[in-house]
């Protein structure tokens, strides 16, 4: 019987000789395509390179008229090479000039052929160009021929991604590979980041293509396997995972992908056709991603990311590859991801990071909140972007309009570069104003402070001139840590805190996990709408030994000194109640063992529910002070998902109708004459903020990035001129115009910079 695939393996024998060779690159792909065309007892062989146009260009020929060469073009999806680099899907035909899509190129002299097997150059599932050969005789080609076809096209996408063809680019004209692009994705932290992508799960890169040793390179592809079905295995037999789950469906579909025989047949044939074991992965992955990158049906592309996961697993088994070296982490880091936990993003250096670009999240994700809180631009559900991009691609991200720029155009980098100077200068006039006092045009002192949540929070406490920190978020930490925090790890994180806030005040909020905060080693049961089930306040009252232990680390930790400790998600006042006596015990437990007590303790709220609208006066005089979480707030009174694009834009934060919620707090608290905050996204634009100190709010809490341009609004600003106006038109039945143009408009005709 014949061995098909002893022809496949001589041909990458005589290519890896070529590649060996010290040869221009026009030379080195000439004698590719005449060794292709000998090896297949091909009268043509033609690579076609998709250029950053569009355009399929002919780069090298055997066969055809070589003055066609680098002359003769077709555009994506023209032609049968087009159609070819279109799909990503090869054609094998008898009869080329009977196919609805041939196009006839004088220049070629191709009339005279009729079979014809093209393949795509594919590197990640992205058409590079078209490797083809042709015959007159009108015949189908066998399978281990297209098999030889398509794993010579792997060589030709590395030279390709390589950049070897750059030196035989026509003058102007620059491959797809170096192709300008644009992605639309969603603004989850403002900030211009000019820099050079770093892939958060690096692209392995497979060098050694070609195998010397079938029967060597097969066993290296079983241990591989039979490794990355142990470590599967392992993952799906922990405590945390035993339980069902949405985690736990993931794994089990891992494992279903890591058994299939299907998958395993396609590597062990590619490896038979003479690549190494590494090579065959990388191919069949490519392959099966540029088959499913052009599906339509959201779970079969879920499915794709969840295979081209496993395949990057598997090569890590193969090459041995751990991650990435710091030593080429650039100054200037844009990351790239399509999703990230937020202890995974602390473990980059601070200050080499310019921005964050993710597929997947939220504005509301723990990662989106830590990279805020590091003052990095973010944008979030940048589809597909991962795929496009290289490590050391340069980068503009736009975190003001929710756009990246990947391999910017010149004149659109000199564009940003201004755009960021611009920035700069008003960075160094919200600088100067740091120790401005925060009063109105006319005398009203605002209280303008920040949120934090983590020690690498607390220098932009002084940088950002705020007076204290409104809203500390404890659960950061436990969200970081692979293991539940110890009551004296929370306790010297507290002290910490208050250490370095040099005696501004702090309030403390207590745990608020649950809902999209999961906790790694936590047990939670799967909900169908986790933002309204078991998380913050409920949880913590559940498990009263969790809170209780953090109530005893804030209180040591502010022994002597002063300490202020609000609840999340609060729906009615006994909770408050409930939560109180637990907190009274730990005082008494404290006492009784000698250990010393905050010599001044308040106790107060996070008003987020809508419920507590209807216990707004009971509830004023249960506590010391309150705070407005305006993100949750809304999010319920308006049942409205922020993390749903469809229907976060829908409705406005300064709408009448929330804003007449926000005021009917206001009013409540000055009744009870309760000190009152509001924390959350709309403290920190200017011109919500205008709206909040309109209705007679005076403290806040944002972003430390937001202090400044705020305070340069608010120095400008008269409130009582203000607050007359907006109030009227709150008041009105009939408005004729939004508040959001009065507010515009209020703010054009008094010189308020918004």
């Given at each position: 019987?014949?061995?098909?695939?002893?022809?496949?393996?001589?041909?990458?024998?005589?290519?890896?000789?070529?590649?060996?060779?010290p040869l221009e690159p026009q030379d080195r792909l000439d004698r590719?395509?005449?060794?292709?065309?000998?090896?297949?007892?091909?009268?043509?062989?033609?690579?076609?390179?998709?250029?950053?146009?569009?355009?399929?260009?002919?780069?090298?020929?055997?066969?055809?008229?070589?003055?066609?060469?680098?002359?003769?073009?077709?555009?994506?999806?023209?032609?049968?090479?087009?159609?070819?680099?279109?799909?990503?899907?090869?054609?094998?035909?008898?009869?080329?000039?009977?196919?609805?899509?041939?196009?006839?190129?004088?220049?070629?002299?191709?009339?005279?052929?009729?079979?014809?097997?093209?393949?795509?150059?594919?590197?990640?599932?992205?058409?590079?160009?078209?490797?083809?050969?042709?015959?007159?005789?009108?015949?189908?080609?066998?399978?281990?021929?297209?098999?030889?076809?398509?794993?010579?096209?792997?060589?030709?996408?590395?030279?390709?991604?390589?950049?070897?063809?750059?030196?035989?680019?026509?003058?102007?004209?620059?491959?797809?590979?170096?192709?300008?692009?644009?992605?639309?994705?969603?603004?989850?932290?403002?900030?211009?980041?000019?820099?050079?992508?770093?892939?958060?799960?690096?692209?392995?890169?497979?060098?050694?293509?070609?195998?010397?040793?079938?029967?060597?390179?097969?066993?290296?592809?079983?241990?591989?396997?039979?490794?990355?079905?142990?470590?599967?295995?392992?993952?799906?037999?922990?405590?945390?995972?035993?339980?069902?789950?949405?985690?736990?469906?993931?794994?089990?579909?891992?494992?279903?992908?890591?058994?299939?025989?299907?998958?395993?047949?396609?590597?062990?044939?590619?490896?038979?056709?003479?690549?190494?074991?590494?090579?065959?992965?990388?191919?069949?992955?490519?392959?099966?991603?540029?088959?499913?990158?052009?599906?339509?049906?959201?779970?079969?592309?879920?499915?794709?990311?969840?295979?081209?996961?496993?395949?990057?697993?598997?090569?890590?088994?193969?090459?041995?590859?751990?991650?990435?070296?710091?030593?080429?982490?650039?100054?200037?880091?844009?990351?790239?991801?399509?999703?990230?936990?937020?202890?995974?993003?602390?473990?980059?250096?601070?200050?080499?990071?310019?921005?964050?670009?993710?597929?997947?999240?939220?504005?509301?994700?723990?990662?989106?909140?830590?990279?805020?809180?590091?003052?990095?631009?973010?944008?979030?559900?940048?589809?597909?972007?991962?795929?496009?991009?290289?490590?050391?691609?340069?980068?503009?991200?736009?975190?003001?309009?929710?756009?990246?720029?990947?391999?910017?155009?010149?004149?659109?980098?000199?564009?940003?570069?201004?755009?960021?100077?611009?920035?700069?200068?008003?960075?160094?006039?919200?600088?100067?104003?740091?120790?401005?006092?925060?009063?109105?045009?006319?005398?009203?002192?605002?209280?303008?402070?920040?949120?934090?949540?983590?020690?690498?929070?607390?220098?932009?406490?002084?940088?950002?001139?705020?007076?204290?920190?409104?809203?500390?978020?404890?659960?950061?930490?436990?969200?970081?840590?692979?293991?539940?925090?110890?009551?004296?790890?929370?306790?010297?994180?507290?002290?910490?805190?208050?250490?370095?806030?040099?005696?501004?005040?702090?309030?403390?909020?207590?745990?608020?996990?649950?809902?999209?905060?999961?906790?790694?080693?936590?047990?939670?049961h799967e909900e169908e709408n986790p933002a309204l089930g078991w998380?913050?306040?409920?949880?913590?009252?559940?498990?009263?030994?969790?809170?209780?232990?953090?109530?005893?680390?804030?209180?040591?930790?502010?022994?002597?000194?002063?300490?202020?400790?609000?609840?999340?998600?609060?729906?009615?006042?006994?909770?408050?109640?409930?939560?109180?006596?637990?907190?009274?015990?730990?005082?008494?437990?404290?006492?009784?063992?000698?250990?010393?007590?905050?010599?001044?303790?308040?106790?107060?709220?996070?008003?987020?529910?809508?419920?507590?609208?209807?216990?707004?006066?009971?509830?004023?005089?249960?506590?010391?002070?309150?705070?407005?979480?305006?993100?949750?707030?809304?999010?319920?009174?308006?049942?409205?998902?922020?993390?749903?694009?469809?229907?976060?834009?829908?409705?406005?934060?300064?709408?009448?109708?929330?804003?007449?919620?926000?005021?009917?707090?206001?009013?409540?608290?000055?009744?009870?004459?309760?000190?009152?905050?509001?924390?959350?996204?709309?403290?920190?634009?200017?011109?919500?903020?205008?709206?909040?100190?309109?209705?007679?709010?005076?403290?806040?809490?944002?972003?430390?990035?937001?202090?400044?341009?705020?305070?340069?609004?608010?120095?400008q600003l008269d409130i009582a001129k203000l607050s007359a106006e907006?109030?009227?038109?709150?008041?009105?039945?009939?408005?004729?115009?939004?508040?959001?143009?009065?507010?515009?408009?209020?703010?054009?005709?008094?010189?308020?910079?918004?």
């Amino acid at each position: 019987m014949r061995d098909l695939s002893a022809g496949p393996r001589v041909l990458l024998k005589r290519l890896r000789e070529i590649m060996a060779e010290p040869l221009e690159p026009q030379d080195r792909l000439d004698r590719i395509v005449r060794q292709i065309a000998s090896n297949m007892v091909a009268e043509v062989c033609s690579v076609y390179v998709l250029r950053s146009d569009s355009v399929l260009e002919l780069y090298a020929t055997e066969g055809l008229n070589p003055d066609a060469v680098h002359l003769a073009q077709l555009k994506m999806g023209q032609g049968l090479v087009g159609t070819i680099a279109a799909s990503a899907q090869p054609l094998n035909l008898t009869d080329a000039q009977a196919h609805p899509a041939f196009r006839y190129l004088p220049e070629t002299g191709e009339e005279i052929y009729n079979s014809f097997l093209g393949v795509p150059i594919l590197r990640a599932g992205r058409s590079l160009g078209v490797l083809v050969v042709q015959n007159k005789a009108q015949r189908n080609y066998r399978e281990d021929e297209l098999e030889a076809l398509e794993t010579t096209a792997m060589v030709l996408a590395e030279m390709i991604a390589t950049g070897d063809l750059k030196k035989i680019t026509r003058p102007g004209l620059e491959l797809d590979l170096t192709r300008a692009v644009t992605i639309q994705g969603d603004s989850y932290s403002e900030g211009i980041g000019l820099g050079h992508v770093v892939l958060h799960e690096p692209r392995i890169v497979v060098t050694n293509l070609l195998n010397e040793d079938t029967d060597t390179e097969i066993q290296r592809m079983a241990e591989a396997l039979g490794s990355l079905r142990i470590s599967i295995d392992d993952m799906l037999s922990r405590r945390e995972i035993a339980m069902e789950g949405e985690h736990r469906d993931v794994l089990e579909t891992y494992r279903m992908f890591a058994h299939d025989q299907g998958w395993v047949r396609r590597m062990e044939e590619a490896i038979r056709n003479g690549l190494t074991a590494e090579a065959a992965v990388e191919k069949v992955q490519s392959d099966t991603k540029a088959r499913m990158m052009r599906l339509t049906d959201p779970y079969m592309r879920e499915r794709m990311h969840d295979f081209d996961d496993l395949a990057n697993r598997l090569l890590r088994q193969l090459t041995g590859f751990s991650g990435r070296g710091t030593d080429s982490f650039p100054t200037d880091a844009v990351i790239f991801a399509r999703a990230m936990g937020a202890a995974e993003l602390l473990d980059y250096p601070r200050q080499n990071i310019r921005g964050l670009v993710l597929e997947e999240g939220a504005v509301t994700s723990h990662v989106v909140i830590v990279a805020r809180a590091m003052g990095i631009a973010v944008v979030g559900q940048a589809s597909g972007v991962v795929a496009l991009a290289e490590n050391g691609d340069p980068v503009i991200i736009d975190g003001d309009d929710g756009q990246v720029h990947l391999r910017p155009m010149v004149d659109l980098q000199v564009a940003y570069e201004e755009k960021v100077k611009l920035r700069a200068r008003r960075q160094e006039q919200f600088r100067a104003l740091r120790d401005v006092e925060p009063l109105s045009k006319d005398g009203q002192h605002i209280k303008l402070q920040m949120n934090a949540g983590l020690m690498v929070d607390l220098p932009q406490l002084a940088e950002s001139g705020a007076e204290g920190i409104g809203l500390f978020r404890t659960e950061l930490q436990f969200m970081i840590a692979s293991t539940m925090p110890k009551a004296e790890e929370q306790e010297g994180l507290y002290r910490n805190v208050l250490k370095q806030a040099k005696g501004l005040p702090v309030t403390f909020r207590t745990l608020d996990i649950g809902g999209d905060k999961v906790l790694p080693y936590f047990r939670s049961h799967e909900e169908e709408n986790p933002a309204l089930g078991w998380r913050a306040i409920r949880l913590s009252l559940d498990r009263p030994g969790l809170l209780r232990t953090q109530m005893r680390a804030l209180l040591k930790a502010a022994a002597g000194g002063e300490l202020k400790m609000m609840l999340p998600m609060i729906t009615e006042v006994a909770e408050v109640r409930a939560a109180r006596e637990l907190l009274q015990k730990e005082v008494q437990h404290l006492s009784k063992f000698g250990h010393g007590l905050p010599r001044r303790l308040q106790f107060g709220v996070m008003l987020e529910v809508p419920a507590l609208l209807w216990q707004l006066d009971e509830l004023m005089q249960q506590v010391d002070f309150v705070s407005i979480g305006s993100n949750d707030l809304f999010q319920f009174s308006m049942a409205v998902d922020r993390g749903n694009a469809r229907v976060a834009d829908r409705f406005d934060l300064l709408g009448r109708p929330f804003l007449r919620i926000l005021r009917d707090i206001v009013r409540a608290a000055d009744r009870h004459d309760t000190p009152l905050t509001l924390c959350g996204e709309m403290a920190g634009k200017p011109l919500s903020s205008m709206a909040l100190f309109g209705i007679g709010l005076r403290s806040v809490s944002m972003s430390p990035t937001a202090i400044g341009p705020v305070k340069a609004m608010l120095l400008q600003l008269d409130i009582a001129k203000l607050s007359a106006e907006l109030n009227a038109l709150l008041d009105e039945v009939h408005p004729t115009e939004s508040v959001r143009g009065f507010l515009l408009r209020f703010a054009e005709q008094n010189g308020v910079p918004v």
